[in-house]
Antibody
Framework: QVQLQESGPGLVKPSGTLSLTCAVSGGSISSSNWWTWVRQPPGKGLEWIGEISHGGTTNYNPSLRSRVTISVEKSKNQFSLKVNSVTAADTAVYYC???????????WGQGTVVTVSS | EIVLTQSPGTLSLSPGEGATLSCRASQSLTSGYLAWYQQKLGQAPRLLIYGASSRATGIPDRFSGSGSGTDFTLTISRLEPEDFAVYYCQQYGSSPPYSFGQGTKLEIK
């Protein structure tokens, strides 16, 4: 059974870069066509950030496209998220997830809290 | 961009009662890819329904999904204490390829 685990700094300074990694265990990152990042600001709903294929093709939410980069490291069986020029509005729980069942996300990491503050 | 609007915002019911949650899309979901998730406090979302009406693995049959086009419904036939949570709908297919509704909180009356 594939499992996902996010990791990265919990605190980022305004105007800095948020960097997170999602480790895939229990299976190969090549076993799924796409891998995805979703975030959830405190007390709010879910926002799709973007996705990457195991071959490196990316798609991003237009609202974040100019600041977001998603990459994959097959050798480490993980994929990563970078958000630059962060502000307090980027404070959220960040989840990595996998589109499994058609058009939906069937496996989720536990989420990691990132706070943007000086 | 397709906007999903969920109603009601909060639903107050008692265990044993039935629940009906609504999700309305601003444009027709021609792909039929509408999913429902349950999220409890401090936990990641859990997939309940995909393709509008297919139950995900391990989901009890008291959860059912229906609808097409712009109107979709999640029905919980007999509420168990563990069903009280926030529920989100999600669509796939329009740019951005994925978007979520704002959520319905199901609380104990």
């Amino acid at each position: 059974q594939v499992q996902l685990q996010e990791s990265g700094p919990g605190l980022v300074k305004p105007s800095g870069t948020l960097s997170l990694t999602c480790a895939v265990s229990g299976g190969s990152i090549s076993s799924s066509n796409w891998w995805t990042w979703v975030r959830q600001p405190p007390g709010k709903g879910l926002e799709w950030i973007g996705e990457i294929s195991h071959g490196g093709t990316t798609n991003y939410n237009p609202s974040l496209r100019s600041r977001v980069t998603i990459s994959v490291e097959k050798s480490k069986n993980q994929f990563s998220l970078k958000v630059n020029s962060v502000t307090a509005a980027d404070t959220a729980v960040y989840y990595c997830t996998r589109p499994g069942a058609p058009g939906s996300f069937d496996i989720w990491g536990q989420g990691t809290v990132v706070t943007v503050s000086s | 961009e397709i906007v999903l609007t969920q109603s009601p915002g909060t639903l107050s019911l008692s265990p044993g009662e039935g629940a009906t949650l609504s999700c309305r899309a601003s444009q027709s979901l021609t792909s039929g890819y509408l999913a429902w998730y349950q999220q409890k406090l401090g936990q990641a979302p859990r997939l309940l329904i995909y393709g509008a009406s297919s139950r995900a693995t391990g989901i009890p049959d008291r959860f059912s999904g229906s609808g097409s086009g712009t109107d979709f419904t999640l029905t919980i036939s007999r509420l168990e204490p563990e069903d009280f949570a926030v529920y989100y709908c999600q669509q796939y297919g329009s740019s951005p390829p994925y978007s979520f509704g704002q959520g319905t909180k199901l609380e104990i009356k």
